[in-house]
């Protein structure tokens, strides 16, 4: 397993230096607007463009803005490690911003795959099990419900009821949980609930699938036969090997969610890093786009490593060298 | 001014929004010192690159906010309506206007005794302070995209200090601590207002030396005027490599301000700055719709964000509600820009003819509605020109400002593109033209009807939806046809900002051209433009080209210097009446379509609001709330 690991973290760190040479190929090397130019603002000079250029830092070789790049984001800058530069069009530290962007989106996310996984699993088992019954007619109309509603529409209309009409959520923004607990809940339970409803649902399906397919097989005919109780049959055979693409999913999920769930934070004004992409993407801040693209990277990679290590653990047969 | 850069304007028609709400500033109740103004706002104007630092600074609600809260000038304004007296220039640090020399060349103010900086500098301002600000307005590493131009070439010895080739200015001197002067180029009867401008504000050099790159010193900016960012008083600038932002300044989170505990109120006139609130709060939310619902809840004082179709409805049609809803003229123009290098719109006629058939109601119709704005019926809102009301003068006249075909028919029968003399534009030229246009909202259904209408005498076009509108139509080296996502407003209540950038042929830039329309533009324009691209570093601009003209294509550069040389009076208002009708009738390179309007709604904590019309934006410095009633 440490072989494994160690090979995987080098696969890693590969998958990222491709990433980032394509992301910074795309936004540097073939942008639709030269930032500069962009930054410059109103009928400039071309010294004043030959000046931004340089502040920018993008009057240097390509290679050497990539590399700089790189350096800084592996060793740190004057803002701190790791370095991510300052943005152009706010000036301010990238690090900070994402860092602690990053945190809020994490916090969105890790509280949505609770909620979604605590209905979609077992919404999907009790489905598979009650197949063809109302129950399964009812869990699989939620689960059309859940993938066809749209997130902002569900935002929204879960806003005007929960907070605007029965005031049971404390509605948009954040409050940081060292500052009040309580309203901390109160700001982000709609959004979790809001952002899960469409994993759940997708959840749902997928488990409740698998569980079908599962239940089928000949060992947990076995294992009734052997004389277990329908509860262990279901949960540690049935359950444990349907759980594995789950897994899987749920690592790509929870990894793409932290690079910013877009719609809910800007529906429930969630200060993480999906707005802040979207806004610096339109606006052409090239070293915010490249350092959230750089992050989510990272968090994706991460976690599918994660998913392959509890793959083993969940998947006997799975071993590796 | 102002490109106006926070476009959050509608694509939903507005429900007969019937124009209703207040038109009247006023007190809304008992306006007391106290309390905290909230505000939300769904995307900082600091954010559009200028960093909040006032040498540079280029958006119009940042004007707001450092001129009614946080700096204050030689002069500056009321902060009113136009009718109250917002557009005059009036002494703000200063004792008097500028006492000007018999030649017009020497400007001095005499500083009155008893300002200071807030936190953490303190001191009282001096002359020398003023010297700082234009040193640093002087440098061209820090002023990209400002708009030094207005002071570089007018001061002597500013564009030689730009140049390198100066340690000093020697036009703007610190006579003693509270006299300062300036050495024009030439008379400035604005000077004045120029002096009104956030660059022009004083800098200490104790704040000043710390922040010698672009658009840096706005997270630490030291107030002069009634408020200052919370958390100054820990801010230290002996260390210019370990400063910390105050913590009431975060850029991309919240502006928290408080009052400044050196600011006296006598040294300043409240005709300017009432300062009611005790704070003021900052703060984004990324749901304007959910900004309307608070406020209307009390939870928020003001949503800086234009209304919902369905809000604006909601308060015109309530008579609770009204009188917190205000709408104003924000002097701005919108317009289409017909680049008349390019064939069709190199005929006049053809320019003359879309003029006549542009659905400017159904373009309106696409901002919002009528509460957004008012068919523009010629270049410069009446509000800025202070005449040719609406209705007084539009040259293109039509019903209901919906086209007249027949006028622009009778138009394109005079061009030659219009082979057949049957009314439409029926040459190659006419088809398939390049149509730019922002992507936000409401640019893309402003474009539609845009199409729509030229359709009707024969014109089609490609429409681009740009996400950098002036990336992508102000490189006079990639010329478009026409665009459709331009909108401008006066940088001070004086025409002459209105014409310079917009119609002068050497106001032509190689990139983020804003005289997209190419008036003026002649061999000698094309030279120079040439020899600038040659100048760039960078390989794709380097490698672009502008051909010259076969014929110099019409322009104002003339008239527009005789209007500028004029003494302020009648003689000058008429000279820049009588451009306006010129560039309509004569040139016509703009089809304007949109005179805006500022659509306020305050919550109902709010006692007492103002409309500043400098600003074009809700007067800070006016406002006050009632704390009993936030909630």
Known sequence: MLRYLIRRVLWMILVLFVITLITFWIFFVLPPVDPAVTFAGRAPTP???????????????????????????????????????????SKAAIRDSVLGRAWITMQLALGAAFLWLLIGIPIGIISALKRRTIVDRAAMG????????????????????????????????????????????????LAWVVLALLYAAFYARLVRGNMLEVMSEDYIRTARAKGLSERRVVLKHGLRSSLTPVVTLFGLDLGGLLGGAIITESVFNIPGLGPYTVA??????????????????????????????????????VRYA | MFIVALLTALTLTAAACGGGGGEETGELGDPERGGTFRVEIDEFPWEQGYGFDPTVEYVGDDWTLLKTLLIRGLTGYRYVTA??????????????????????????????????????????????????SFERLGTAELTAGGYANYFVPLVEGMQAFNDGEADSISGVTAVDDRTVQFKLTKPSPDWDFRMAMPAAAPIPEEAATCFTGYATYGNYLVSSGPYQFEGMDQVDFSDCDDLTPPSGFKLEEHMLLERNPNYDASTDNPEARESFPDRFEFRK????????????????????ATPPPDVIARYSRNEDLKKFMFQFPDNSTWYLTMTMTQPPFDDVNVRKAVNAIMDKTGMIQAWGGVATGIPAEHAVPPTVLNALNAGEYDPYKSENHRGDLEAAQAFMKESKYDTDGDGLCDADACKNLTHITRETDPFPNVAAVVDSSLEKIGITTRLVEAASFYGAAGTPAKPV?????????????????????????????????????????????????????????????????????AAPVPGIDDRFAACADLEPGDERAQCWIDL??????????????????????????????????????IAFSHVAVDPSKQT
């Open chain 2, 481 to 549: 046809h026409i665009t459709s996502g331009s909108g401008w407003g006066p940088d001070w209540a004086e025409p002459i900002t209105f014409f310079e950038l917009t119609f002068l042929g050497t106001s032509i830039s190689i990139a983020n051209n804003i005289n997209i329309s190419m008036t003026g533009f002649t061999a000698q324009v094309a030279q120079n433009l040439n020899s600038q691209y040659q100048q760039q570093e960078d390989q794709e601009l380097k490698g672009l080209k502008v051909d010259p003209p």
């Open chain 2, 580 to 617: 306006d009708m010129f560039i309509m009738e004569e040139i016509v390179p703009w089809v304007p379509y949109r005179w805006g309007n500022d659509v306020d709604i305050v919550g109902p904590a709010v006692t007492k609001y103002e409309f500043d019309t400098f600003g074009a934006n």
């Open chain 1, 142 to 189: 939620f689960a059309l419900f859940g993938v066809s509603a749209p997130v902002f529409w569900l935002g929204l209309v879960g806003l005007y009821l929960f907070w605007n009409k029965l005031g049971w959520s404390a509605g948009t923004g954040y409050v940081p949980f060292g500052d009040d607990p309580i309203a901390w809940f109160r700001h982000f339970w």
């Open chain 1, 280 to 317: 610096a993407a339109f606006r052409g801040d090239l070293p915010v786009v490249l350092a959230v693209t750089l992050f989510g990277a990272v968090a994706i990679t991460f976690f599918t490593l994660v998913v392959d290590v509890v793959y083993a653990y969940l998947d006997p047969r």
């Open chain 2, 83 to 132: 009718e109250e007296g917002g557009t005059e220039a009036i002494p703000d640090m200063a004792e008097g206007l500028g006492e000007f020399s018999e030649d017009g060349l020497t400007v001095t103010y005499k500083i009155k005794p008893g300002i200071r900086f807030g936190d953490p500098v303190g001191r009282e301002i001096t002359a020398q302070d003023f010297v700082t």
């Open chain 2, 285 to 304: 939310n990324t749901n304007p719709e959910n900004s309307y619902d608070k406020l209307a809840r009390g939870e928020i004082d003001y949503a800086w």
């Open chain 1, 47 to 89: 010294e004043t463009i030959n000046r931004v250029r340089e502040q920018f830092g993008l009057d240097k070789p390509l290679y050497q803005q990539y590399f700089h790049f790189v350096d800084a984001f592996v060793t740190g800058d004057r803002f701190g490690w790791p370095g991510m530069g300052y943005s152009f069009a």
